[in-house]
């Protein structure tokens, strides 16, 4: 079992950048591979970046491409996105998750633990 819990979120201005964090519990985190997605009102839930295991691969959605950025850090059982140049589109709920067999995955069905979301709002 892992429990993943994302904070960072907030109100930010157009062009401005948040960091949002995600914790997971848990000793086998570094065997996860980790993926942020979002979802904005009245929409369905969208994929926006995925780590690798080991960090070896990143995918990134092609809205979120050059702005966003995943990283981890397996020694803190943590997993981050540094989001620069924020458009109000990126308004959305963030979460994290939690795929087994370690590989970067893009479909949230590959995911088996899910965080609560963290609100993300940029005012134009």
């Known amino acids: 079992q892992v429990q993943l819990v994302e904070s960072g979120g907030g109100l930010v201005q157009a062009g401005g950048s948040l960091r949002l964090s995600c914790a997971a519990s848990?000793?086998?985190?570094?065997?996860?591979?980790m993926g942020w997605f979002r979802q904005a009102p009245g929409k369905e839930r969208e994929f926006v970046a995925t780590i690798s295991w080991n960090s070896g691969n990143t995918y990134y959605a092609d809205s979120v491409k050059g702005r966003f950025t995943i990283s981890r850090d397996n020694a803190k059982n943590t997993v981050y996105l540094q989001m620069n140049s924020l458009k109000p589109e990126d308004t959305a709920v963030y979460y994290c998750a939690a795929a087994r067999g370690g590989w970067a995955t893009r479909a949230s069905y590959d995911y088996n633990y899910w965080g609560q979301g963290t609100q993300v709002t940029v005012s134009s």
């Open positions: 848990g000793r086998t985190f570094s065997t996860y591979a």
